[in-house]
Nanobody, 131 residues
């Protein structure tokens, strides 16, 4: 059974940094696609960063490009999201997601990746950025 557990959220002042972690169990993180999404209350969940964990290809939406970095530690079976130069607009619940596949993830190169592209989700970790 696949399980994803996020951590690392918290409160930070604008301009500060946070590193989110997503520990996976039940499958190796290097076997498909993984992503970070965020959601503000009842708004639509938005894909922020995605990675093809087999090829190393990554994609970021414009609003976080140059500030956020998605990375993988296969020894710890963990996905990370390094958040730098944060702004109040980054305040949201952050979720990690996975899709095991051996056919690649060409669809990650999109500003709007549909939620159904991913199979499993974590419970989320809250990030609050104050001005």
């Amino acid at each position: 059974q696949v399980r994803l557990v996020e951590s690392g959220g918290g409160s930070v002042q604008a301009g500060g940094s946070l590193r989110l972690s997503c520990v996976a169990s039940g499958y190796p993180v290097s076997s498909g696609c993984m992503g970070w999404f965020r959601q503000v209350k009842a708004n639509e969940r938005e894909g922020v960063a995605h990675a093809n964990t087999m090829s190393g290809t990554t994609f970021y939406i414009d609003s976080v490009k140059g500030r956020f970095t998605i990375s993988l530690d296969t020894a710890k079976n963990t996905l990370y999201l390094e958040m730098n130069k944060t702004t109040p607009e980054d305040t949201a619940m952050y979720y990690c997601a996975e899709r095991r596949t051996d056919t690649g993830c060409p669809w990650i190169n999109s500003m709007s990746v549909p939620l159904y592209k991913y199979y499993d989700w974590g419970q989320g970790t809250q990030v609050t950025v104050s001005s």
